[in-house]
Nanobody, 117 residues
């Protein structure tokens, strides 16, 4: 059973920083792609940042130059991190981690990020 567990969310003031992490467990095969999505109240889930095929990255236009995605654990490559800087109130959302393993996409439970004075 594959599980994804996110951590690092919380409340931060505008201009502040947070670092999210997501660890995948339960699979002998490393994910071929991992990504962060977010969903704000009343909005659809959107891609924030993703990594695939080794080091190829993709960012939403709204977070470019503020967020940085990376994968750690060089041996298993089952962890994805999201460094979020210069946070804005519009970044407030539940952030979800995803991992693609053998053609199936798995999701974490999500972690709340709230940006407010």
């Amino acid at each position: 059973q594959v599980h994804l567990v996110e951590s690092g969310g919380g409340l931060v003031q505008p201009g502040g920083s947070l670092r999210l992490s997501c660890v995948t467990s339960g699979s002998l095969i490393s994910p071929v792609a991992m990504a962060w999505y977010r969903q704000a109240p009343g909005k659809e889930r959107e891609l924030v940042a993703g990594l695939s095929a080794g080091t190829a990255t993709k960012y939403a236009d709204s977070v470019k130059d503020r967020f940085a995605v990376s994968r750690s654990d060089a041996r298993t490559r089952n962890t994805i991190n999201l460094q979020m800087n210069n946070l804005k109130p519009e970044d407030t959302a539940v952030y979800y981690c995803s991992a693609v393993i053998r053609g199936h996409t798995y999701w974490g439970q999500g972690t709340q990020v709230t940006v407010s004075p």
